[in-house]
């Protein structure tokens, strides 16, 4: 059968292996095998949404609220911006498609950097955008400007912190490069890992009010997915200008995300001290990361998220050592489709790292 062309550039996006998955290829019982791939929080789950989840069970025959109310109301006073303001997607992926379909089409142009969160591209090769990236791994404003002069892109993504290198962008230098962007670019500030950047770094956290206050043409993306420990429930949103969200709504499907998932979400926003209490010990293991890279002579990328990229040395092969751990039952993410000779590891548990600390090395001291 012959399909839209545009698929024929598109390569299917490659999820961290699932826990079952490695059981069965690998023959490795389920409490040992240790998934550090796709930066979910480690701590689990709070309570109150556990608890709240066993009451709302008997709706789930009804449609789930499409107005999303008691989900956009929590957002809009955490963020203090409007509930017209707040669009939820099934994750905030979802919200990417929305903003790349309601922008681009195959006459666009979207840049983004070097090395990024792989839906942008994916998203963007759907409506057969053109696709321009930055060369240095890091974020480099000075770089995408002098990129944006060049070729006019109707759209930027800007992820910070960024996946999968953890480095995040000083706010101020992040405004002065959205004040230099003409009104009708729409720009992308992914702030999937956000909540840790500002705990560890007051001078990285972006206030989503502020950015669409100054900017009009900016849209920030928050999830669920990760430091709020609701991966499962496929939960996120975007936060832009009434223009922009009335324009994302032509596109969204009816019911785009379920019952329990409004209800985690709404009840998981009430229980910061679970959140806050997580990225504090992330933090805590972190450092075991990096004196562990210190150790054994690897470059680790200062991170403000909750995993750490650890770039290889020569003669370190990252899709040989991220093979030979999953073998031992431990899930990480080789760059090597990122074209980075390195391992994403999410910062998991204490005992979840020792274990990692403990297979890495027997896979590299063949
Ligand atoms: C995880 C992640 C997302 C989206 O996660 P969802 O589960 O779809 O909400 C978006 N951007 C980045 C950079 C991420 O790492």
């Given amino acids: 059968m012959n399909f839209n062309k545009v698929l024929d550039g598109i390569k299917t ?5 699932p826990i079952e998955l ?26 109150l949404v556990m608890a709240s989840i066993v009451g709302i069970a008997e709706k789930m025959y ?6 999303m109310h008691v989900l956009k109301e929590g957002l809009a006073e955490k963020f203090d911006v409007n ?3 707040i669009i939820i997607g099934a994750g905030s992926d979802q919200v990417i498609e929305f903003a790349v379909h309601a922008k681009l089409n195959s006459k666009a142009k979207v840049l983004m950097n070097s090395v990024t969160f792989a839906m942008y591209e994916i998203y963007a090769k759907h409506v057969g955008a053109e696709i321009i ?34 480095d995040a962008l000083d706010t101020e230098k992040l405004k002065e490069f959205l004040a230099k962007i003409d009104d009708d670019t729409l720009v992308v500030v992914d702030g999937a890992y956000m909540e840790y950047a500002a705990f560890k770094d007051k001078n990285k956290a972006v206030s989503a009010k502020e950015l669409i206050n100054e ?25 832009a200008s009434k223009e922009i969200i009335s324009a994302f709504y032509k596109l969204r499907p009816p019911f785009n995300i379920t019952t329990l998932s409004l209800e985690a979400a709404s009840v998981a926003l009430k229980d910061e001290d ?6 504090k010990k992330n933090f805590v293991q972190m450092i075991r990361y990096e004196s562990f890279a210190e150790e054994e002579g690897l470059e680790i990328i200062p991170s403000y998220t909750n995993f750490v ?14 093979l030979s751990l999953l073998k031992k039952g431990m899930i990480v993410r080789d760059l090597k489709a990122y074209s980075l000779n390195a391992i994403r590891v999410t910062v998991g548990t204490e005992r979840e790292n020792s274990r990692f600390f403990e297979l890495f090395i027997e896979a590299t001291n063949k």
Avoid: W
Wanted: charged residues 25%; aromatic residues 12%; glycine residues 10%.
């Fill in 22 to 47: 490695v059981m069965r290829e690998y023959g490795i019982k389920a409490q040992d095998v240790v998934k550090l791939a796709s930066n979910e929080n480690p701590y689990g789950v709070s309570p």
């Fill in 215 to 239: 900017f009009p043409n900016v849209l920030y993306l928050g999830t669920f997915s990760k430091a709020y420990g609701l991966g499962g429930m496929r939960t996120g949103y975007g936060i």
């Fill in 309 to 322: 990229t650890l770039c290889l040395n020569e003669g370190q092969n990252s899709s040989e050592i991220s």
């Fill in 133 to 166: 990236r930055t060369s240095s791994r890091e974020h480099d404003l000075e770089e995408f400007y002098t990129l944006y002069k060049e070729h006019k892109p109707e759209m930027i993504f800007i992820c910070t912190p960024n996946n999968p290198t953890g």
């Fill in 274 to 279: 679970f959140v806050q209490d997580s990225i």
């Fill in 62 to 67: 009804m449609y789930p609220d499409d107005s």
């Fill in 13 to 17: 996006y490659e999820a961290g292996k």
């Fill in 83 to 85: 509930t017209d303001e």
